[in-house]
């Protein structure tokens, strides 16, 4: 069983939609959560970063970690062409390990 | 601060032909990292380096060597390229103290070995 585990699955979704995003993990371990985004033909560029349980917000984007079942969200609320990436989820123990879900492809239609 | 460089964007190799891919940043960053980025596998780290000096092997470091003889720079050597070292190459960097948490990455090279 990979560590991280995200479905790579392509999600297309109409503009103004809820995108909704998930990853579960087996490491107990791990305690820094974050999730990068990338646009294509460039590199993942950090999101939202956590360390806590629970809801972290920031403008359009909720990022929800439950560590009690190992399983990280991200939201998009009134989703935009211009969120149309791959977002990829990763997490940490803290030393010097970084482990990165597959990614998925998010595609906003107008 | 142009961030994190990496050099070429693209390259071609035949079998057998060694390449170095080179990165550097200008943030003044303790950490420094390599990944590949392969369809269906995600990012997978090939080495790391904590400081100048020091380097260490990540989770796909067969065919692969690196140096860090500055702060600044971390080159990523391909001794013998082996088709299967056909990827897309991020670079990534981080301060002291958050060492993995919050990775600015390059913008990637592509790399293709017929």
């Known amino acids: 069983q990979k560590e991280v585990e995200q479905d790579p699955g392509p999600l297309s979704v109409p503009e103004g939609a809820i995108v909704s995003l998930n990853c579960t993990y087996s490491?107990?371990?791990?305690?820094?959560f974050m999730w990068y985004r990338q646009y294509s033909r460039k590199g993942p560029e950090l999101l939202m970063y956590t360390y806590s349980s629970g809801n972290k917000e920031d403008g359009r984007f909720t990022a929800q970690v439950d560590k009690s079942s190992k399983y990280i969200s991200l939201f998009i609320r009134d989703s935009q062409p211009s969120d149309s990436a791959t977002y990829l989820c990763a997490m940490s123990d803290g030393n010097n390990r970084l482990a990165f879900g597959k990614g998925n492809q998010v595609v906003v239609i107008p | 601060n142009a961030g994190v460089t990496q050099t070429p964007k693209f390259q071609v190799l035949k079998t057998g032909q060694s390449m170095t891919l080179q990165c550097a940043q200008d943030m003044n960053h303790e950490y420094m990292s390599w990944y590949r980025q392969d369809p269906g596998m995600g990012l997978r780290l090939i080495h790391y380096?904590?400081?100048?000096?020091?380097?260490d092997q990540g989770e796909v470091p067969n065919g692969y060597n690196v140096s860090r003889s500055t702060t600044e720079d971390f080159p990523l050597r391909l001794l013998s390229a082996a088709p299967s070292q056909t990827s897309v190459y991020f670079c990534?960097?981080?301060?002291?103290?958050?060492?993995?948490?919050?990775?600015?990455f390059g913008s990637g090279t592509q790399l293709s070995v017929l």
């Open positions: 380096s904590v400081g100048a000096g020091i380097t």
């Open positions: 990534a960097s981080s301060k002291k103290g958050q060492l993995d948490e919050k990775l600015f």
């Open positions: 490491n107990s371990a791990f305690q820094y």
